[in-house]
């Protein structure tokens, strides 16, 4: 059922997220855009510069961090695990808050999505030995993914302690909170989804045992930073990234049934377009289904536009919209979105470019009239 309170939102009305105090819906999505050194540390000053001018989202969640050097397989994407890492988001975090803002950090283990060239030549880990398609992303250009090692039941136990310790680290580096990234095909997703879960032991098998390993990180997290500072997750999609269920409704649903127990903050959704697919086959929207068992707020996540996004507002459906791509040209979003502005397109050239354009010299709607 949809709730009555939600019925009148609007993208410009605040909202509370846990501890966090949203003056508006419009939330900036994590966005891999790499810009960090040797050891996976963040340029501090190009990300400072890039966060704080979207200071006006709602929230920001900012990109896709690896919690230790086996879940990072992205060059110069950056981590959350050694002290020069949380030295170097300092700056970015307290840019973001002078700025007026909030953001918090996504937590990210890529699991079987790690080429062995991160690992010193040591294979990848994920829930069962398995193979994801296509190519990775390295240093010297693409190259096939290869066969992960199954995790031990006994290596759980270090998982879940390295979620909690960025955790950590990310509340010291200044975040105000973090998101436990169980989406788009990595790890956690991995462990959900059964056609790359084929374990037998307590954490494969039914649903009960496959969203576990999602209910424990997520549980540690809580227990460590507190719920109202811990938010997930997850891609109810179809494919993605060669994970797949073959009944994704009661998956899903089982999944945001555990996180409604635990009381996280919000959980963010990244399904299917809410006009149609993305390139896989149709697959029906599991929002409808998780808004009547997940209470807490409800973010929704994949190409809205203004109008989609306020009819799902309007309807009760999702209690917030975060926007990915929009974000990457546009940092006055919000205002853009409010007066009706055209949006800048982005260049995808300089998605991942080690430097200042494509990142930082997007106009502001002031910058651009002139």
């Known amino acids: 059922c949809i709730r009555d309170s939600y019925m009148t939102a609007t993208l410009f009305d605040p909202i509370q997220l846990g501890a966090i105090s949203a003056p508006n819906r419009v939330l900036m999505a994590p966005l891999t855009r790499g810009r960090s050194v040797d ?142 990234h169980a989406a788009n095909g990595y790890l956690i997703d991995q462990f959900l989804r059964d056609n790359s879960n084929l374990r037998t032991d307590a954490y494969g098998g039914p649903i009960e045992n496959r969203i576990r390993l999602l209910r424990e990180v997520t549980q540690a997290v809580v227990d460590a930073i507190g719920s109202k500072r811990t938010s997930v997750r997850l891609s109810p999609n179809g494919e993605t990234q060669g994970a797949n269920d073959s009944n994704p409704v009661p998956l899903f649903t089982a999944a945001a049934a555990a996180l409604q127990d635990i009381g996280i903050a919000f959980l963010e959704l990244r399904e299917i377009k809410p006009y149609g697919n993305f390139g896989q086959t149709e697959v029906p929207r599991v929002s409808p289904e998780i808004r009547k068992i997940f209470k807490g707020p409800l973010v929704l996540n994949q190409e809205y536009t203004k109008e989609l996004a306020d009819a799902d507002l309007a ?8 926007f990915g791509r929009p974000y990457i040209s546009n940092p006055d979003l919000v205002e853009r979105l409010r007066i009706g502005a055209v949006l800048t397109p982005d260049n995808f050239k300089t998605w991942y470019a080690p430097a200042a354009e494509g990142y930082t010299d997007y106009p502001f709607l002031d910058q651009a009239g002139a």
């Open 39 to 180: 050891g996976h540390v963040p340029m501090s000053d190009l990300k400072a510069e890039y966060y704080s001018q979207r200071s006006t989202a709602g929230l920001i969640i900012a990109e896709a961090t690896g919690i230790s050097q086996e879940g990072l397989g992205w060059p110069s994407a950056p981590g959350i695990w050694s002290d020069a890492q949380i030295t170097a988001w300092k700056p970015v975090t307290q840019a973001v808050h002078d700025a007026g803002g909030r953001i918090i950090l996504q937590l990210w283990h890529m699991g079987r999505l790690v080429h062995p060239d991160f690992l010193g030549g040591a294979p990848c880990v994920s829930a069962s030995a398995t193979t994801a398609p296509g190519y990775a992303h390295t240093a010297e250009g693409k190259k096939e993914y290869t066969e992960a090692r199954a995790l031990d039941i006994s290596e759980i136990p270090r998982i879940v302690a390295d979620y909690v310790n960025a955790a950590k680290n990310a509340m010291a580096a200044g975040f105000d909170g973090v998101q436990i």
């Open 315 to 322: 309807s009760g459906l999702a209690d917030a919209i975060s």
